[in-house]
């Protein structure tokens, strides 16, 4: 995870990028990236969504990827590790949602 962050600020730094990145714009970039993914699926039926073929996977890992550099950039932002905001999130849905017995 480091590494890719660093690799995002000096990738946005040697472009003169940093200037665009506020956390409002890189939340907005966030949401049209997500946007760009769930079109993928559009209007597709839910076992059609679980059967992609090569140009669809390959469709999807660019998005994903797209989606988890404007996250991570986000992050960054506000000094947070996005895996530790999941794995904590996951600790305070496993109390909201406990399993049913």
Not at 19 to 39: D, F, I, Q, R, W
Not at 47 to 55: F, L, V, W
Not at 58 to 87: N, Q, R, W
Request: hydrophobic fraction near 40%.
């Amino acid at each position: 995870m480091e590494k890719l962050i660093s690799d995002l600020r000096d990738f946005a730094k040697e472009r003169n990028w940093l200037k665009y990145h506020s956390p409002k714009n890189l939340a907005m970039a966030l949401g049209v990236e997500t946007a760009e993914l769930t079109e993928i699926f559009q209007w597709t039926e839910t076992e059609e969504s679980r059967k992609a073929d090569a140009a669809t996977r390959k469709h999807i890992a660019e998005e994903v990827g797209d989606v988890m550099i404007y996250l991570t950039m986000l992050a960054d932002k506000f000094d947070l590790d996005p895996l530790s905001c999941a794995k904590n999130k996951m600790k305070l849905n496993a109390i909201k949602y406990p399993v049913n017995e």
